[in-house]
């Protein structure tokens, strides 16, 4: 399962960032110290902690910018910018920890040459494996059973990132795919499928037929699952390569019968901690931000204008609650009480919730809503019920995202732009079903995490 969307490459490049920012302080204090390791430890004491702590901040940092995004494609000016935020990122971090624990303190100059030389070694290595990411080596080699309509999504996964796992080796024709589909490298299968994978050194087979009903060849794909060939259904290879569950190709026996989407006991209790200790300590930290907001907002409309407004939202299991916002368009922005999508350039946004809407500060209030248990920090974003009726008409599963609570940032928001069109809701829906089935704690910090790429380069904001 593709919790955080890692692939092997992705994981090469952490292991190696790691390890050359691991010793990055051994490097600044040899030049600090005279080439000497030993006097650098007798004045400052053991490295081998500055490097865990140097390496791990780092990491975090470098998350945060969406280094480690599979679906990562900043240019060289792009991977520049990052890395420098994300090295900055790291400092912050170091500072506190410095803060909480004197003891790990290294002395400003072997600091300033650390982050220097952290900075310019991840770039190397970054220049370095951007040669060799791409190599045969970190790919699975795949066979796709079928050559119809259900396949020919794979055959579409054009983008260097789709691809970045995995190597399609071929498709075999089978019985019941729609004819006239044309699908690159056609194989011809002359004996049995376990001898064509060993031919061909498959590691992977993706069940992609149209039509199942007597035709799907269970022994082979037996033999071929004894043999160490690993055997995955069309929904499951393309929900681990693209981070979504396509809609095109879903069938409900997938979601009644396949693991996930489900909330046990334990994640319940771990969850809702997370969301009260974070909720208050962002809180605490937001509270002068939220106060500015709020006179911003006075100063612009006058002293009697509403700065919360409460707007009626769907939550878990499709309940309805009152989500707190700082108000960002004028006061009359749906008199007419027809509910309308927001559109870029909207001219109901006030000047003050232009700049909160870019930011995101307009979402602060709703860490009252995660406190009081309506929200998440993380989940799908809540619709209006006016919306959600009209999607649910529409579009096929669009209520099943309602098997979680709505969060203030989600799996969705990390890939998409703000889309105001049902299009959009559509392609929203498919992150957030991947989100529903393999939620956990992990993948909760991840996001919020890269959420920081999110404001930072201020991706979606309208």
Known sequence: MRVLGLHPQILVFAALEAAVCFGAPYVAAGIRFDESIAAAEAEIGPLWP???????????GLVSVGLYSARQRA????????????TFAAFVLIVIVYYLAPGLHIGRGVLGLTLAIGFCACLFTRAL????????IFKRRVLVYGAGVRAASIARLRRRTDQRGFRIIGYISSHGDAAGVACDKPLM??????????SLAVDEIVVAMDDRRGGLPVKDLLNCRMSNIRVIE???????????VRLDVLNASWMIFGSGFCCTGVRKITARSFDVIASLLLLMLAWPIMLITALAIKLEDGIRAPVVYRQTRVGLHGRHFGMLKFRSMRVDAEQDGQPRWCQKGDRRVTRVGAVARIFRVDE????????????RFVGPRPERPEFVESLSRKIPYYRERHC?????????????????????ALEKLEYD?????????????SILLQTAEVIVWRKGAQ
């Open 364 to 375: 602060l209030p709703q860490l009252l809503n995660v406190l009081l248990g309506d929200m």
């Open 189 to 198: 299968q002359t004996g049995s499928l376990l001898q064509l994978c060993r």
């Open 75 to 86: 240019g060289a000016a792009g991977t520049l910018v990052r890395v420098g935020v994300g």
């Open 433 to 445: 079903l991947y989100y529903a089935k393999n939620h956990c704690l992990l993948l909760d910090l």
């Open 50 to 60: 500055r490097g865990v702590l140097f390496a791990s901040t780092m990491l975090l």
């Open 234 to 244: 069309l929904e499951s290879f393309l929900e681990r390569e693209t981070g979504k």
């Open 129 to 136: 494996m951007s040669k060799i990411v791409d190599a045969e």
């Open 404 to 424: 979680v609570k709505p969060g203030i940032t989600g799996w969705a928001q990390l890939y998409l732009s703000y889309g105001a069109s049902e299009q959009a």
